[in-house]
Structures are given as structure tokens and as C-alpha cells.
């Protein structure tokens, strides 16, 4: 099972908003509900911060959501802050052999 | 509060063996599912292998089947990946990730909790 494609790069203004795509396959984003997307600062570990396509942990801000359309899944930063700029992966479960498969990761910047 | 720790990382032979080691903390070990997902250098993340609450079920990814496997005691609230006939590519830092939900039978993708990693470098 191959990766899921995000884009490399995203940038923004603060106080902007900007979307993340990844595209996956029926086999993957398309055919389950079990999206999540991670943001991970530079030299740091992953944090959860949408699962299940649009809920979000408890402590995550409200700016994060979620969203899908058939395979493709869609992370939305909205009033983009500083601190913002990270990397930020979707995974999605695969089934198969695959079980749990992950985008390359895009790095957001904010100008 | 919920801290998982990683230990066991370093520098090995292709061909060689390490184990690493993860102890969790703040939170019910026996109840909850625990991962390895490992990050090459400046590369995505990428799942490694899942383990059930109780340790009956344990699911790996194609890249490492046959070769790394995962464990756990749950008396010692500890969480293991033995790491057999090393290659270049398993170069990474390995982190342990609690899943979300409690009971899970199978990997989600859902890792609410993850440790600070640690580095395996495979190099001759």
C-alpha cells in the first residue's frame, strides 16, 4: 500500500486560513472513518490533533477541523498563529496488510 | 499525566539486533493498545506494528515482518520492538505511541500519546 499524498509545502498569513489535502484510495481514506491527522514541531514528537476524520482530542484547539470527500481528506487551519507552523501528517487505517499508513507529512509555513 | 519513554536506541551492524524498550506511566497500560511507528531522517512517519491491551493480538507492517516484533509485559507496564536482521532502511527514530481508545482489538491510526523517540542508526 503506498503512501497517502499530501503537499510538500503550505504557507499562510496569520490570521489566514489554509487546507491540507490527502488523497488516498477506497482502500484507505475512502473507505473508513478512521482518519486522524498529527502535527509535529521540528525535533519533536507527533501530536494527535483530529481522529476520526473530524473530531478533535480534548485541549486541541477549535481553528483544527477535519473533513473527507470520498478519498480524499482535508485538514483546515483557520486564523493561522506563528506557533502553527509544523509539520502535518494524515494516516489513515489501510486494512490488508497495510493496517496503518501515513501521508509523507506538509510543511506549513507561516509568512 | 500520560509519559511514555523510549530507551535502546544506537548504533548497529546490517545484520545485527537490538531491542528497544518503552515504560508508560499516568495512564491504565493493561487497557490500552500500544504502537511503534518510526521516522527516517527528514521522511514521513510510518507505522511499525500494534499490540492489543492483554498482548493475544499483534499485527506488523509488511516492511518488517519476519525481521521485528512486538511485545509487552504488563506487569512492568512496559512495551518492547526486537529489532533482528537490521537493515540501512530500518535507520529511524522509533517511537512508542499509546493508541486512543481503550480495548482495541486492531491498529487505528489513533495515537493520542507518544514518547520522545529513540534514534537506531544502521550502519556498517
Known amino acids: 500500500q503506498s503512501a497517502l499524498t499530501q503537499p510538500a509545502s503550505v504557507s499562510g498569513s496569520p490570521g489566514q486560513s489554509i487546507t491540507i489535502s490527502c488523497a488516498g484510495t477506497?482502500?484507505?481514506?475512502?473507505?473508513?472513518?478512521?482518519v486522524s491527522w498529527y502535527q509535529q514541531h521540528p525535533g519533536k514528537a507527533p501530536k494527535l490533533i483530529i481522529y476520526?476524520?473530524?473530531k478533535r482530542p480534548s485541549g486541541v484547539s477549535s481553528r483544527f477541523t477535519g473533513s473527507k470527500t470520498g478519498t480524499t481528506a482535508s485538514l483546515t487551519i483557520s486564523g493561522l498563529q506563528a506557533e502553527d507552523e509544523a509539520d502535518y501528517s494524515c494516516?489513515?487505517?489501510?486494512?490488508?496488510?497495510?493496517?496503518?499508513?501515513f501521508g509523507g507529512g506538509t510543511r506549513l509555513t507561516v509568512l | 499525566q500520560v509519559q511514555l519513554v523510549e530507551s535502546g536506541g544506537g548504533v548497529v551492524q546490517p545484520g545485527g539486533s537490538l531491542r528497544l524498550s518503552c515504560a508508560a506511566s499516568?495512564?491504565?497500560?493493561?487497557?490500552?493498545?500500544m504502537n511503534w511507528v518510526r521516522q527516517s531522517p527528514g521522511k514521513g512517519l510510518e507505522w511499525v506494528a500494534f499490540i492489543q491491551y492483554d498482548g493475544t493480538k499483534k499485527f506488523h507492517a509488511d516492511s518488517v515482518e519476519g525481521r521485528i516484533s512486538i511485545s509487552r509485559d504488563n506487569s512492568k507496564n512496559t512495551l518492547y520492538l526486537q529489532m533482528n536482521s537490521l537493515r540501512i532502511e530500518d535507520t529511524a527514530v522509533y517511537y512508542c505511541?499509546?493508541?486512543?481508545?481503550?480495548?482495541?482489538?486492531?491498529?487505528?491510526?489513533?495515537?493520542?500519546?507518544w514518547g520522545q523517540g529513540t534514534l537506531v542508526t544502521v550502519s556498517s
Open positions: 477506497i482502500s484507505d481514506v475512502g473507505g473508513h472513518s478512521l
Open positions: 505511541a499509546k493508541s486512543l481508545l481503550q480495548l482495541g482489538a486492531r491498529p487505528s491510526g489513533w495515537f493520542d500519546a
Open positions: 476520526e476524520v473530524n
Open positions: 494516516c489513515s487505517y489501510a486494512g490488508g496488510r497495510s493496517f496503518v499508513i
Open positions: 499516568g495512564f491504565t497500560f493493561t487497557s490500552y493498545g
